[in-house]
């Protein structure tokens, strides 16, 4: 079985990668996110002409009230006072709609980016090649989804309609303020560029503890992922170090905790010195203001629209030193979201690719053939991030990470099996991923029907072959999920076929739910034998002309490997397919035997042949294979214990 890279060491290694901390956002991380946003740009329209309105009413409504205070009050002319106070109060109702209508488009801007980004994150995580998902953690790819891209939604909604307001706000009431009184006016402009240091120095802290903030979280949820899956929780009971996980995971809430303080606690500082700023400008217009009116220079209705414009006016650009920080907070998470979509798939299908013909009634399937295929895994940096790893490595990477496939060729003939046999990281499970293109090879052709599998289409690729791996995964959802997984449309009386041929029908119908039943995680609700059996059938269902499989026989009695075996030859019959073999009984049906010895093929011929030949074969058969009687195709326990193939 190829090593999937789950990491399963101790605590020891959640250490925090300070290459992804102190990563800086990349240049044009802005500029990317404008088409995002003009996709929906009747939306952003209205949102901005709402906002606008908003503006407006907040920047003239002072002015009403100093025409109130001094033509209606000053002038004793009660007329003007209901008039003005009428208008207000229509103002007050316009402002209240355009609040709900804010509201109403920003939430759709905001929430449509989301949804539109996170659909193409989940694609382009799709594509990726098995090599990515054997490196990236699966809890940081889910809080990559999640967190990062729910964090870009604010970059259009808040940031968008707040500096537009904020602009408006301060041209409108710089003019009305400019209308009433030049002199206060000039002094507020001075004051305004003191509202804006408190922000320059936080700005840049607060935009690591938001980078450091989402890979913690990213952590948080790898860790749980892993250790609260069957198999991991399985896992750590078995080895049992509960107070050692759970340091590790408190280790991580705990730097999450001071992040949070640390950002709050910044927050709060820009907030207090920003208000401070804010009292004292006030209270220096206030007594420069008063004094003018002291002198007569002033009117007080003018004075009381001043004081009033000064709030609309200090608010806004208060609200700027934290605009200023949402910006870079949320700047990394686009950067995050982009990181990602920029991840290119290393197996893509080639522009023009065709898709292979589907093989007519009573024609073959289409056959296999190696020639000269080198292989070697990718190394992290050619398919994954750092950033999605998070797990900070002692050793750099081999670059070139070592052969596994040497040169290899061979010919899996039209219609008949071919066993592949050979000692345990030979690479055998590797040549059967070639087939279906969860890899690509290094140098050389692997082909189906012919065609070289990089020139057909992904779809018509994964339709023609069908493949079940020793460790059959199933969904955690009803097998009737798990089986229509491989065919949608299959109706329940095909499955029910499938299910009989795979010989678990039987254990299926005596289910309380039958095909309804729930597997759970990872299909740990059903034993081996079952997942196996159900998995086959899955197999059997799709049916395709080409399989691969990695014996599916190890978890099976005596009896219902006898029965799978019967249905397996019934299925292959006339399907091209490829078995790494562990039985003797499969062996000894196969068409053709390849021994795979350190990615080469060493031998090759019928098991008759290659024990007549008395070289690799003939050892593993004495080792592995003598000890299973050829009638009884179970397996002794010492043997499966000291497996070679
Ligand atoms: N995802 C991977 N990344 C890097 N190296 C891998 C990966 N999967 C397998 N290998 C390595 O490739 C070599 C061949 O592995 P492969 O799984 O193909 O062997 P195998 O013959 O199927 O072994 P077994 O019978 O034990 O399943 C081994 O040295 C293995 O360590």
Known sequence: MARTGGPTAGPVRMRMDESVTRQRIRPGTVRRIIPFVLQRRWAVAAL????AVDATIAASSPLLLKMLIDDGIGHHRVGTVVALSSAMAGLAIV?????????????????????????????????????FFTRAQTGSLISRLNGDVIGTQQAVTTLLSQSLSILLTLVLVLASLFYLSWQLTLLSLLLIPLFLVPGRFVGSRLQRIAREGMQVDA?????????????GALLSKLYGRPEEESRAFASRASRMRDLAVLGGVYGRLLGIVASLIVALATAIVYGIGGTLVVHGTLQVGTLVAVF??????????????SIQIDVVTTLVSFDRVFEVLDLEPLVVERPGARALPAAAAGEPAPDIEFTDVHFRYPSATEVSLRSLESIQSHVPERADGTTVLHGLSFHAPAGKMTALVGPSGAGKTTITQLIPRLYDPVAGTVRIGGHDVRDLTLRSLHETIGVVTQDAHLFHD???????FARPEATEEEMIEACRAARIWDTIAALPNGLDTVVGDRGHRMSGGEKQRIALARLLLKSPPVVVLDEATAHLDSESEAAIQRALEATLVGRTSLVIAHRLSTVRNADQIL?????????RGTHDELLAADGLYAELYRTQFATQHPGDPGIDPTVRASKVG
């Open 48 to 51: 901005l002409a709402v906002t």
């Open 95 to 131: 402002n209240a709609v355009a609040g709900y209508l804010q509201a109403w488009f920003s939430g759709r801007v905001g929430h449509g980016l989301v949804c539109d980004l996170r659909t193409k994150v989940f694609d382009h995580l799709q594509r990726q090649p098995m090599a």
């Open 219 to 231: 952590e948080i949820g790898s860790l749980m992922s892993e250790r609260f899956n069957v198999g």
């Open 308 to 321: 009033a414009l000064l709030s609309r006016l200090f608010g806004p650009v208060q609200q700027l030193n």
């Open 478 to 484: 009803s097998l009737r999920a798990n089986m229509a």
């Open 595 to 603: 021994v795979i010895d350190a990615g080469r093929v060493r031998e």
